[in-house]
């Protein structure tokens, strides 16, 4: 599975959109770019994946470039509870080992 | 449903100490995982099955071992415990459907 690359951590005011880049310049033609968000001490939280096109949910937005290099996931309206560290991963699907492998992500911290 | 459970929530052990963590699901999913989470550090998979009698070894598979007897049972074993494995451990479960992970509440192991 090709690696991923998020900045360690990100500010954003309270009622704004988050908008969480990730770099996946390795990624391949069969491989699915998946948001996870894990608020402190929880398990992982799934919130989007995609392939190629834009997908919208009732969560969040994902939006992958047309090269598939990079990707944003698009918090609309940011609130407190969305503090939370969120993982950027990049896998086959399907893929027969069916791993997910999880890098550091990017802190999210939602300011009052 | 109940969704990934997991026992027990909190565990201390002493160094060369034996225990099983527990890891139940009732949402009949044949994927089951085990990763470990050290503080401030993402997830990395332990050990992971594709169907009840059928594990394999994740990133970081040594002093751990696993067992699927049942499709909803996912029984991780430390044997020997050690300060190393001083972690959260989580548990958790993919579908065939949604192919997205559910997981656990975490156990928390201090071994001193």
């Known amino acids: 599975d090709a690696k991923t690359t998020q900045p360690p951590s990100m500010d954003c005011a309270e009622g704004r959109a988050a908008n969480l880049p990730c770099n996946h310049s390795t990624i391949s033609g069969n491989e699915y770019v998946y948001w996870y968000r894990q608020i402190h001490s929880q398990g992982p939280q799934y919130i989007i994946h995609?392939?190629?096109n834009n997908e919208t949910n009732e969560m969040a937005s994902l939006i992958i470039t047309e090269d598939r290099k990079s990707s944003t996931l698009i918090l609309p309206h940011a609130t407190l509870r969305d503090t939370a560290v969120y993982y950027c991963i990049v896998r086959a699907r399907p893929n027969t080992g069916n791993q997910f492998y999880f890098g550091t992500g990017t802190s999210l911290t939602v300011i009052p | 449903n109940a969704g990934v459970t997991q026992t027990p929530k909190f565990r201390i052990l002493k160094i060369g100490q034996s225990m099983t963590l527990q890891c139940t699901q009732d949402?009949?999913?044949?994927?089951m995982y085990w990763y470990r989470q050290d503080p401030g550090m993402g997830l990395k998979l332990i050990y992971y099955s594709v169907g009840a009698g059928i594990t394999d070894k994740g990133e970081v598979p040594n002093g751990y071992n696993v067992s699927r007897s049942t499709t909803e049972d996912f029984p991780l074993r430390l044997e020997l415990a050690a300060p190393s494995q001083t972690s959260v451990y989580f548990c958790a479960s993919l579908g065939q459907g949604p192919d997205t992970q559910y997981f656990g509440p975490g156990t928390r192991l201090t071994v001193l």
């Open positions: 949402m009949n999913h044949n994927y």
């Open positions: 995609g392939l190629k």
